[in-house]
């Protein structure tokens, strides 16, 4: 008799699933506890691979797919997880339902538990405004405008020379999409430099 193993805790599978055409299978898992807890793992796995340490500070950058807002992602059992919670969740524990993780480092993309800490979504947008993390055209015409015209001469200068745009949105406290606008001449248009 065929007798399958359940791929998570190894225990015999005795009941397998006789199709019409004779073979009997068997489901690779016990239960649907196994099922979810092997899911978990790969997906542990994965994120782990994910992970770049060491190019912007103590940051951990996602390297795996982002949203258009700059948090990370990853598919867990078919859904879709911010990068940031799944890895908190496996490193600190659950996050309190209906809480928000925000960043201490205001790197959306970061994953370090360790600039991570549980929050309203209410204490999320007013952090980030105060922080000037949220999506405001930049320009001089833009009165609250966080940078200069002398900021973005620097920016530009540092960027012909190498530094990377991401470390420069964490110095000037900017969205690293600001960054890249400049570094494309998408806004601050009207500088020479
Ligand atoms: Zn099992
Ligand atoms: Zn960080």
Same mark, same amino acid.
Not at 143 to 148: E, V
């Given at each position: 008799m065929?007798r399958k193993h359940?791929?998570?805790?190894g225990?015999?599978?005795l009941?397998?699933i006789?199709?019409?055409?004779g073979?009997?299978?068997f489901k690779?898992?016990? !239960?649907?506890r196994c099922?979810?807890? @092997? #899911?978990?793992? *790969?997906?542990?796995?994965?994120?782990?691979?994910?992970?770049?340490? $060491? !190019?912007?500070?103590d940051?951990?950058? @996602? #390297?795996?797919? *982002?949203?258009?807002?700059g948090?990370?992602?990853?598919?867990?059992? $078919?859904?879709y997880y911010?990068?940031?919670?799944?890895?908190?969740? *496996?490193?600190v524990?659950?996050?309190?339902?209906?809480?928000d993780?925000?960043?201490?480092c205001?790197v959306?993309?970061?994953?370090?538990?360790?600039?991570?800490?549980?929050?309203?979504?209410?204490?999320?947008?007013r952090?980030?405004?105060s922080k000037?993390r949220?999506?405001?055209?930049?320009?001089s015409r833009?009165?609250d405008s966080?940078l200069k015209?002398a900021?973005?001469r620097?920016?530009?200068?540092?960027?012909?020379?190498?530094?990377t745009?991401?470390s420069?949105a964490?110095?000037?406290?900017?969205?690293?999409?600001?960054?890249?606008?400049?570094?494309?001449?998408?806004?601050?248009?009207?500088l020479?430099?």
């Amino acid at each position: 008799m065929t007798r399958k193993h359940c791929r998570k805790c190894g225990a015999p599978i005795l009941r397998g699933i006789l199709h019409p055409t004779g073979v009997t299978r068997f489901k690779p898992f016990c !239960s649907v506890r196994c099922w979810r807890m @092997w #899911s978990l793992d *790969r997906a542990t796995e994965y994120a782990y691979t994910k992970i770049l340490r $060491g !190019s912007l500070g103590d940051c951990w950058i @996602w #390297s795996g797919n *982002r949203v258009p807002g700059g948090y990370g992602s990853i598919v867990v059992m $078919g859904r879709y997880y911010g990068a940031h919670r799944f890895v908190y969740e *496996r490193l600190v524990g659950k996050i309190p339902s209906g809480l928000d993780l925000m960043h201490k480092c205001d790197v959306p993309y970061c994953v370090n538990p360790a600039h991570l800490t549980p929050g309203t979504r209410s204490q999320n947008i007013r952090d980030m405004f105060s922080k000037g993390r949220d999506n405001r055209p930049v320009g001089s015409r833009c009165h609250d405008s966080k940078l200069k015209a002398a900021d973005v001469r620097l920016i530009r200068k540092m960027i012909r020379r190498g530094v990377t745009q991401l470390s420069l949105a964490r110095k000037y406290r900017v969205n690293p999409t600001s960054i890249n606008k400049i570094a494309l001449n998408k806004t601050w248009k009207h500088l020479d430099a």
